[in-house]
């Protein structure tokens, strides 16, 4: 049992290697022979299908329809938004060859579908009747990144990006806002992370976006992670690829169009806003497995235990995800701990003692309580606790995200806290100052938050009178 614990890397000692030790003992992932690039493993896929269901059924209900692109854009394509082109140039693989034969134009593995969507929408749309083009994809994408981490930035990675086309900037603005409210809801509600909304700054925006909007969560180390974002495109890429409809009026207008998107690193942030030095702790929401079952005992106890452990797991699974764990060759303990190391929400001890008494024992990963159920009450008391593991998780995120949410006057004040957490302070709005402080500290504005308003106390860096009230971190 102590083996096994000492396995994973303590949070406070390493970070870094807390995090790869954890997504390696929880069979997360592994890596794939090309470097940068990694193997999603069913435990992890399964939590993106759990994000996946969530969100597609959000879009459905909003009126959003799936549809798929080609992987491959031809770089005619690719450099029509010209500052779109620019923003993502440095990391775009290229296809040169096709079996033995040179392309006569390369092809760009689709860092982002923009440019290759807003090619179909051209031909698609013609008439005002014609919109609005609400359209989601589910897909993967390849930025070639210098450094890679496991869900947090890979060369490939899996994503939904939807695309959309409005008459009127007033009806794209209002698609960008909610979306991002999609995001909000499903972060808090499944993955019992907190986030801050807001707008990015010029400097931070989408290339070719008038508008970002960006939701940002705290990691365990103090970091942000962008997390989901929505854009509004004005008429920039409707311009660049020609996206015109005939009105009622008739005459000839360019679309407003928007992006969004959110990606597999929703999962790394899971990791690291909820694990503890034990491992994982997953909101039972997306838990692949939300109760696991252990029996206990020796002899003829144990296969009187594990037959009853058999047809209890029977019979919860048809309410829960339910696992079983009988395996012979190793000790409960071991098992206690392989499944805290994995998250699992909820766990039931079963020995002779307690079939005596028709009762179980059940554990809680997120804070490690131990009660007695009895039988006849066990199902509706495993809701309840769900229900409150789920609540719980999300309140510790957010007091943790309070506590380390700071207001501050001058960036200075950053280092006293060692350049860990969100930090509250005017700025004066200058790209110039946010590149000073990007160079001197790496600290990086993470949004202009919604619902905010001036402290008064100058800019953060220079000292003039602020124009926003910005959200300041380091960030993955």
Not at 160 to 169: I, L, S
């Amino acid at each position: 049992m102590e083996k096994l614990l000492k396995e994973i890397t303590p949070k406070s000692q390493d970070y870094s290697q807390w995090y790869t030790d954890v997504i390696k003992k929880a069979d997360m992932v592994d890596y794939a022979p090309v470097k940068g690039f990694m193997v999603m493993k069913p435990y992890s896929y399964r939590m993106w299908e759990f994000i996946q269901a969530a969100l597609d059924q959000k879009f459905r209900e909003t009126g959003h329809q799936n549809a798929y692109f080609p992987l491959l854009i031809p770089e005619h394509l690719l450099i029509k938004e010209a500052e779109h082109v620019e923003g993502f140039s440095a990391e775009v693989a290229w296809v040169t060859m096709g079996g033995n034969e040179v392309l006569a134009e390369r092809l760009a593995v689709r860092p982002t579908s923009e440019t290759v969507v807003g090619a179909m929408y051209s031909q698609w749309i013609q008439s005002y009747r014609d919109l609005p083009v609400l359209i989601n994809q589910w897909a993967n994408v390849l930025r070639w990144e210098k450094s890679t981490r496991p869900f947090l930035r890979t060369t490939e990675f899996l994503w939904q990006e939807g695309h959309t086309v409005h008459r009127t900037a007033a009806e794209a603005e209002a698609e960008t806002r909610q979306q991002l409210g999609i995001y909000h809801e499903m972060m808090e509600n499944l993955l019992a992370i907190p986030v801050v909304a807001g707008a990015k700054s010029a400097g931070e925006r989408f290339a070719g976006a008038i508008e970002t909007y960006t939701l940002e969560a705290l990691m365990g180390d103090g970091k942000a992670l962008q997390s989901a974002t929505s854009h509004f495109l004005g008429q920039n890429f409707a311009r660049a690829f020609d996206i015109q409809y005939l009105d009622e009026d008739g005459t000839l207008k360019f679309g407003w169009t928007t992006s969004w998107g959110s990606s597999t690193r929703l999962i790394g942030a899971l990791i690291m806003v909820h694990g503890d030095d034990k491992g994982l702790r997953l909101p039972p929401r997306v838990a692949p497995i939300q109760i696991v079952i252990v029996p206990i005992g020796r002899g003829k106890d144990r296969e009187q235990v594990t037959r009853y452990a058999k047809l209890l797991s029977e019979q919860l699974s048809a309410t829960f995800r339910v696992k079983l764990d009988d395996r012979d060759e190793f000790t409960p303990g071991y098992k206690f701990n392989d499944w805290e190391m994995r998250g699992v929400p909820l766990r039931i001890e079963i020995g002779p003692r307690d079939l005596a008494q028709q009762q179980v024992i059940v554990a809680r990963r997120d804070t490690g309580e131990k009660i007695a159920v009895s039988e006849a009450s066990l199902p509706d008391t495993l809701a309840n606790l769900l229900d409150l593991v789920q609540d719980t998780l999300l309140q510790q995120a957010r007091q943790y995200q309070q506590e380390n949410t700071f207001a501050v006057e001058n960036y200075q004040e950053m280092a006293h806290h060692n350049f860990k957490g969100f930090f509250m302070g005017d700025w004066c709005g200058q790209e110039t100052c946010a590149d000073q402080l990007k160079q001197e500290t790496s600290v990086t504005i993470r949004c202009l938050p919604f619902d905010t308003e001036l402290a008064g106390t100058g800019c953060i860096v220079c000292g003039r009178p602020g124009q926003h009230r910005a959200l300041f971190a380091r960030a993955y």
